[in-house]
Each structure stands twice: as C-alpha cells, then as structure tokens.
C-alpha cells in the first residue's frame, strides 16, 4: 500500500507560536500600562499626603489636653462637563480620574466629612431637565461614599448661573439634590456655606434676600455667646439648632466671579466672624489674610480639564484649632508620558519581532561577548 505523508512537519506551526508569543507579550504591556496609569498611579501618590497635626491645647497650670478631632476634605471646581461643550472622550477621562481620585482618597485617607466648594457642574446654569437629571446621575456615581461620610456642596455660578441669570428654578433644582443648609455644625465646629452668587445685589453689595438670612445664621452663631465661655464646646441647642461660640466656625464659600465685593466681605467677616475662610473658583491656590488675622484660602481645581496638578485641601479641626495640608493628585503629564513610552516600547517590541530591528538586548549582549574575547 502506497503511504502518503502529509508533509506537516512542526516549523509549520513555528510562525503561528511566534505570532501567539507576540500577541500576548502585547497584552501583557497593555494590562499593565493601563493598570498602573487608571489605577495604581492614584494610590501611590495619594499615600503619600497625612493628616496634618494639631496642637494639644493646656489652660494655665494644667496639662496639654487633646480635643477630638475633626478629619475635613475641601475641594473644589469638578465641573462634570454637561451635553453641549463636552466632548464625550473627554468627559470619559476627566471624570474617570476625578472618581478613581476622590475614591482612593476616601479609601486611605478615611475623612469624617467633604466639602464641595462649588461649580459642580460645567452646564448646570443652562442645562435641560433631562440633561441636568443625567449630569447628577454621574455625580452621584462618582462621588459615591458611606454613609458614616458628609458630604457637603456648595453652588457655584456654573451651576446656578451668576446673579444676573439665575431664577428661583435653578437655585430649587440644585438645593433639592444637595440640600438647602447654611449652618453644619460637628464635634463643637460649625461651618457656615456660603453661596456668593446669591449675595450680590445691583450696587455690587448683598441682595435684600441673602443678607437676612446671613443674619439669621449669625444670630443663631451669636446667641452662644452670651451663656457659654469662649474656647469650649457648647452642647447646647440654640432656636433648636447646634450652636458654638463664635471662635469655632469655619466658612467654606464660594466666591462670585474671582473675588466678592470688599462691602460684601466685610459684611461677611462682622457677621461670622469666622477664623477660617475656604473658597472655590479661581481654579488655583492662593492665600490672603482679612484685617490682618482672618486667613482666606482658596483650594485649586479638582479637575484634570482646568489644572495639569489638581489638588485638595486636608483639614484636622478642633473646636479651638485647625492644621491645613495640601494633597496633590496624579499630574495629566506624567500619565501621559508614560502612555507614550508604552507606545514606544510596543513598536520596538514589534519590529525586533519581525527581524525589522535587532534587539537591543542581542546587541548589547554581542557587545559584552566581543569585548570579552579581545
């Protein structure tokens, strides 16, 4: 009987395993690159920022005592890109990272309460119903927490308009999402929200409306004064709110259009009298002092579309003291440099694969081997 071979010998198989071998070397570069740069780059930066230490407090002839401490996160300007100037890869990147950030922040940091100091939104001043129900659908998705967490929001004019486009609508819309408070008092500390776009009236001071309710809010703050000691924590009810002495207020606010007015300012620091004044907009830090003794700072963006190095403000806060410390997040930069030497390093891969380069590892090697037999 005559034998037919078929003639399938293993070289056959020899390019289909160089092919599989490439592909999964490929893979592995790629899993690993994004696993780094969407995940892990936010950890190991993040580690790195701490609690700032506060100060035990001693009265005369006694010794220093520790009050409980308040752990407070600030930040600011996220402007979640609506559907009319946000392109969708865009809005894609800028919230993944907002949401990975604020997500490993809670996760190793474990703060008590967070401020959100305005600007939430990018379109929230002109968006539909529908879009504004979907805009605060991924909000809620990103800036997820448990339930032992506050969060605390406070409207900017991106998400409300500034006072000369802004209605009774959008304020409503925006207050029956994130709640219409101005006075949040924990562990003996109060802070007073502030929407400075509401503040200003046609004279550039504050409008009729905002000005009785900052009354109303101080004279809640100021009835303490007059039966409890400064510098100690009231666990008193005051017009059946939380109240504290006037020393132990902090007021994150948002600021109308770069700066408030100096009339609309100096109402705010009589009234409140606050020994700590946190601000959003400016989409940058910076500090200044009121009259001398009132410190203002404003915290940068949170966001990758408005700053290369976003950062938040960490606050350990006592009824009597505070310590601030600044937590940079992941620079756009550096992730993107290393997305390019991904892509580098896959081209050379490639080529040297396919004989079209010589391997750098074969080339050195040969080197070592010449310079050895000389």
């Keep these: 009987?005559?034998?037919?071979?078929?003639?399938?010998?293993?070289?056959?198989f020899h390019p289909l395993k160089r092919k599989s071998s490439l592909l999964l070397k490929l893979i592995a570069v790629v899993f690993a690159v994004?696993?780094?740069?969407?995940?892990?780059?936010?950890?190991?930066?993040?580690f790195q920022c701490?609690?700032?230490?506060?100060?035990?407090?001693a009265d005369d002839g006694e010794q220093a005592t520790r009050e409980p401490v308040l752990k407070a996160m600030f930040l600011a300007d996220t402007h979640l890109l609506g559907e009319f100037l946000g392109h969708w890869l865009d809005k894609l990147r800028r919230e993944w990272q907002m949401e990975r950030a604020f997500q490993t922040a809670l996760w190793l940091l474990q703060p008590e309460v967070v401020f959100i100091l305005g600007d939430v939104?990018?379109?929230g001043k002109w968006s539909t119903p529908e879009a504004w129900v979907d805009d605060v659908a991924r909000f809620q998705k990103m800036f997820r927490h448990p339930s032992h967490v506050q969060l605390?929001?406070?409207a900017g004019n991106h998400d409300i308009g500034f006072h000369y486009e802004m209605n009774i609508y959008k304020v409503k819309?925006?207050?029956?999402?994130?709640?219409?408070e101005r006075l949040f008092s924990w562990k003996g500390i109060n802070f007073v929200m502030v929407n400075s776009v509401a503040l200003k009236g046609d004279g550039c001071g504050i409008c009729s409306e905002a000005e009785a309710e900052l009354i109303e809010v101080s004279h809640r703050l100021n009835c303490s004064r007059e039966h409890y000691p400064l510098y100690r924590r009231s666990d008193a009810n005051c017009s059946g709110e939380d109240a504290a002495p006037p020393e132990e207020r902090n007021i994150p606010f948002k600021e109308n259009y770069d700066v408030l007015s100096r009339e609309a300012s100096q109402k705010l620091l009589w009234w409140l009298q606050p020994r700590l004044v946190l601000s959003g907009h400016t989409h940058s830090a910076c500090e200044v002092h009121h009259e001398g003794r009132v410190p203002e700072l404003s915290v940068p963006s949170f966001s990758w579309r408005n700053r290369n190095n976003p950062s938040f403000i960490m606050g350990s806060i006592t009824p009597t003291d505070y310590a601030l410390s600044k937590c940079y997040l992941?620079?756009?930069h550096v992730v993107l440099i290393i997305y390019c030497g991904a892509v580098g390093?896959?081209?050379?891969?490639t080529l040297t694969h396919f004989g079209l380069l010589a391997s750098p590892f074969l080339s050195g090697s040969n080197l070592l081997r010449k310079h050895k037999t000389r």
Aim: hydrophobic share 50%.
């Design 152 to 154: 605390k929001v406070v």
């Design 50 to 57: 701490k609690w700032p230490e506060v100060k035990p407090t």
């Design 345 to 349: 390093f896959l081209v050379v891969l």
């Design 1 to 12: 009987m005559a034998r037919i071979g078929l003639g399938f010998g293993r070289w056959n």
């Design 173 to 180: 819309r925006f207050e029956k999402v994130f709640s219409s």
């Design 330 to 332: 992941p620079r756009e």
């Design 121 to 123: 939104f990018d379109e």
């Design 34 to 46: 994004l696993l780094v740069c969407e995940f892990l780059i936010y950890y190991l930066v993040i």
